[in-house]
């Protein structure tokens, strides 16, 4: 089954949340409770989304932590799968 091309959760997170807040990324870092250095790894897609960082967005922006996590887990699991024709491993079971 072929899947879609996620964003990752940080393209989303700015997109639908910081920016129509109109919301610098050291103010959005200040309200979750961050450093500026994290939550811009987030955006710029150079660090996924933790638990605890989809517990903070998810009080932050009135959504749910396993939104953040189902993103965050399509997002690297497509990226996974790409690679699978590289992958050493020996079918165990029919």
Request: with cysteine; proline share 5%.
């Amino acid at each position: 089954m072929k899947m879609h091309d996620p964003p990752h959760p940080g393209e989303v997170l700015k997109k639908l949340c910081l920016e129509p807040l109109e919301l610098t990324v050291t103010e959005a870092a200040k309200a979750l409770g961050v450093s500026r250095k994290t939550l811009s790894a987030i955006l710029n897609g150079r660090a996924g989304v933790s638990p605890e960082m989809a517990v903070r967005l998810s009080i932050a922006f009135d959504t749910t932590a396993e939104s953040w996590l189902n993103q965050q887990v399509q997002y690297d699991l497509l990226r996974a799968e790409r690679k699978r024709k590289k992958l050493r491993v020996r079918q165990l079971a029919a």
